[in-house]
């Protein structure tokens, strides 16, 4: 049985992971950590979460969170990612990271832990989202360079990066597939862009609004024709499944840097 340690327990993905950690029997919580200023220190992590008791209190304490943990699922907030970078790689706990927008620094920390311990790193961790890059890949690979790559994507309200980590992730692995990098075609925004499109760029369009889980669509368009890819969350315990799934399949790995598509595709 696999122990694993939620990290950001009490959030939209935390609770979520509480329920899909407590769907497989395989699983067994052992940690669950918060920011000190949470305000349910102390209590158990499977009744915040809406579930049973699972004997598991929520802790501000890192290495009260991790110890005996086999990996650690965290969709906490950058904030103070470098400290929980450290804690992971000093517990020798293995890491799935969904955390997005990350700065150089904190991606870098991210590469010093990977050093220690196995980390898989992802903006999403839906299992559909992996099979849509993959589409996207063989999509941007096929068609004539004459096919305009636009990517649209949609959250709730209160989501923080834009676009999505996701979209970045499907931009960049579109062009890669036409041997270029997304910081040469990209545009991000156009709002500050007009005119006629850029021949060869890669377009991106975001929306935020109400309690949107997650959409995100990629159109090839052509002369006469045009090809889209879509994947749409409904639900947030897609991408904890996914996660919990992705924790059982780092779990004993050796240390280095996984991506999601690894858990699917190796």
């Known amino acids: 049985m696999a122990a694993i340690a939620i990290v950001g327990a009490t959030g939209r993905m935390g609770r979520a992971l509480v329920h899909a950690a407590l769907e497989r029997r395989e699983v067994r919580i052992s940690g669950a950590l918060a920011s000190a200023s949470n305000s349910h220190l102390g209590e158990d992590v499977g009744v915040l979460a809406g579930g049973p008791p699972v004997g598991v209190p929520l802790t501000a304490n890192a290495s009260d969170a991790l110890v005996g943990a086999q990996v650690a699922i965290d969709f906490a907030l950058a904030t103070d990612l470098e400290a929980r970078a450290q804690a992971v790689a000093s517990e020798g706990c293995a890491w799935v990271l969904g955390t997005t927008g990350l700065s150089r620094q904190q991606s870098e920390a991210v590469d010093r832990a990977a050093s220690r311990v196995p980390v898989l790193a992802s903006p999403n961790m839906s299992l559909g989202v992996q099979v849509l890059l993959k589409l996207v890949e063989e999509a941007a690979r096929a068609l004539p360079a004459e096919f305009d790559i636009e990517i649209y994507e949609a959250h ?111």
């Open 156 to 266: 709730h309200r209160n989501k923080i990066d834009a676009p999505s980590g996701t979209a970045r992730r499907l931009g960049e692995v579109a062009a890669a597939a036409r041997g270029l990098e997304l910081s040469e075609v990209g545009e991000l925004s156009r709002t500050s862009q007009p005119g006629p499109r850029r021949t060869g760029s890669i377009g991106f369009g975001v929306a935020r609004g109400g309690d949107i889980v997650g959409e995100h669509r990629v159109s090839f368009a052509g002369l006469g024709e045009q090809l889209v890819l879509a994947h749409c969350a409904t639900d947030r315990m897609a991408f904890a499944r996914g996660a919990v799934s992705a924790a059982l399949w780092l779990a004993g790995r050796a240390p280095g840097r996984y991506e999601m598509s690894d858990v699917l595709f190796k």
